[in-house]
């Protein structure tokens, strides 16, 4: 911002011409070794701890020793500010900085707080008000400007303070800059409870698409559906005999010219059923069945890291990180040989309609196979053909995201380090069945519903992203005179500068002459 460009009254200021005072930090001494006569307890704030200070104030600032001698310069008083000059990484520049103020000092204890040599303490001039410049700091971090002074390797960023500190800073007349800072302190409460009641909206996302699935499993989102119609739903029988036409199907598929049919297994109460207290009572055309019943093959990909090729020459091959609600994301997959390939599908090559259920990692995420691209899976993923009559693809996803059936899901994934959810615990999760007309109908009602939900988390998104934005459009506004009106009576900012620069003249003379005394 050029000098022209200011408002009338205000002018601009190197960074180094209106602070008093700086110094580096001091790395305290474990307190258990060094608390003698000649060390002073006291909580010493690290750079990793600034970074969301606005918020905890410091929280996790360390119990440390530091000798008195260094304690008598370095202690936090009202209104210094804490610049990180030390610490980014490639995607974090450093330069944040915070005021400190009274919730700061009084925070925990009374102990005396100082900063360590990864922040500089900085005390600018009584006769501004520190709070307008930690704001201009602030600005200039979030802006961007501050990467123009960074130095150091990707790994461990610094920054240059020697080049920092000639920075120039806009200043406006006192009595505007306490206005300026009285309004940003409005706007940015305002904008800290929109934020929190803008945090709570995920959650309430969340906890309405379980609510939607906990009606879909239940029955209580068709009720009103279902009054005056005839639903019946296939009997058990009925079932397995459609399961096992569809096995016979799937094997001679597979070119394998005889096997011996194995009944479904049944759900297991109290046994290897897990995750589930009761059968609760379900609607009469509703019954109760295991995974395997609604089934006719669950199989998983090899279970070792296979050899991956370039994508020119090979076949997609996904893993759990692949699998959401809404699909399989093919970014960042990985590929394989077509020889691979072939070999890793011969026991399920998917299909559309198939439903895939991570079994590995994180467990019990379901998605629908909606298009015919050709892949192969690992064994962290597990995929399930569905009963064609029997069971609605998105009906069986639905089931096993709703609560109901991932807690089952849950309590049957094993191990500690490699969390896994077996292909032969699965079959055992308990799944309410609905006729294959309402499964149809609930599923034209989840999709309505999410679509919704869907629409509210875009705007969300958008909301968000404005909101985040907000701070430095704010801030952009108040250093260009912009966020409240001046007043032709205030003293200029030139005339405030000479006065803080006559006490900055002062206090050298008053130094070099207490030197010479000493």
Request: some cysteine; aromatic content about 8%; overall charge neutral.
């Given at each position: ?14 960074f180094?011409n ?36 606005q ?8 119990l ?19 610049l ?33 040599n ?5 005390r600018?001039?009584?006769s501004l008000?520190?709070?307008?410049i ?13 990467i ?48 929190t ?29 279902r ?70 093959n ?9 050899e ?23 970014n960042?997959?990985k ?12 026991r399920?090559?998917?299909e ?9 990692g994180?467990?019990?995420?379901a ?33 096993l ?13 094993h ?15 308990a799944?309410?069945?609905p006729?294959?007309?309402?499964q149809?109908?609930?599923?034209s ?9 869907d629409?509210?988390?875009?705007q ?18 108040a ?14 900012a ?25």
């Amino acid at each position: 911002m050029g000098e022209q460009e200011l408002p009338d009254g205000w002018c601009t200021s190197e960074f180094k011409n209106i602070v008093s005072f700086v110094i580096g930090g001091v790395w305290g001494k474990d307190p258990g070794d060094m608390l003698d006569e000649d060390h002073q307890l006291v909580l010493c704030v690290r750079g990793g701890e600034i970074r969301n200070w606005q918020r905890d104030k410091g929280k996790t600032a360390s119990l440390r020793a530091v000798k008195i001698s260094s304690l008598k310069s370095r202690e936090l008083i009202l209104g210094d500010i804490l610049l990180e000059i030390s610490g980014g990484g490639p995607d974090q520049p450093v330069g944040r900085s915070v005021l400190i103020d009274d919730e700061v000092l009084n925070f925990e204890s009374n102990l005396p707080k100082v900063c360590t040599n990864f922040l500089r303490l900085i005390r600018v001039s009584d006769s501004l008000n520190q709070k307008f410049i930690n704001h201009y700091l602030q600005y200039f971090y979030i802006s961007g400007e501050v990467i123009k002074y960074q130095g150091g390797s990707n790994n461990l960023r610094n920054l240059k303070y020697k080049e920092y500190e000639t920075i120039k800073i806009p200043l406006p007349p006192l009595s505007e800059q306490n206005r300026i800072v009285h309004k940003l302190d409005r706007l940015f409460a305002s904008l800290e409870i929109l934020k929190t009641k803008l945090d709570a909206i995920p959650k309430l996302l969340k906890n309405f698409r379980q609510a939607v699935l906990s009606q879909a499993v239940t029955g209580k989102l068709t009720e009103e559906w279902r009054e005056g119609k005839e639903l019946d739903n296939l009997t058990f029988k009925e079932i397995e005999s459609l399961r096992e036409i569809s096995k016979k199907a799937f094997i001679q598929n597979r070119g394998q010219k005889s096997y011996k049919y194995k009944a479904a297994t049944k759900i297991e109460l109290g046994g290897r059923t897990k995750g589930i207290s009761e059968l609760f009572d379900l609607p009469k055309s509703w019954a109760w069945v295991s995974i395997d019943q609604i089934t006719y093959n669950i199989s998983d990909g090899p279970h070792f890291s296979p050899e991956y090729v370039s994508p020119k020459i090979g076949k997609r091959f996904i893993s759990m990180r692949n699998i959401s609600y809404n699909g399989i994301n093919f970014n960042g997959c990985k590929y394989v040989s077509t020889t691979d390939h072939d070999k890793f599908v011969e026991r399920g090559r998917p299909e559309m309609g198939d439903v895939l259920l991570t079994k590995g990692g994180s467990t019990g995420i379901a998605c629908t196979i909606d298009s015919d691209f050709d892949f192969s899976y690992w064994v962290h993923v597990a995929l399930l053909k569905p009963i064609k009559g029997v069971v609605v693809s998105d009906y069986l996803k639905d089931a096993l995201t709703s609560q109901l059936l991932y807690q089952q899901s849950q309590s049957l994934t094993h191990g500690v380090g490699n969390q896994d959810l077996g292909l032969l615990r699965m079959i055992f999760i308990a799944m309410p069945l609905p006729s294959f007309q309402e499964q149809q109908e609930i599923v034209s009602r989840v999709k309505s519903l999410f679509t919704k939900a869907d629409t509210i988390e875009k705007q969300y998104s958008a909301l968000q992203t404005k909101i985040d934005n907000l701070p430095q459009a704010i801030l952009a506004k108040a250093f260009r005179g912009e966020l409240v009106p001046q007043d032709p009576n205030d003293e200029s900012a030139s005339e405030l500068l000479n006065r803080i620069k006559e006490i900055q003249n002062l206090v050298k003379k008053a130094t070099k002459l207490s030197e010479v005394l000493a």
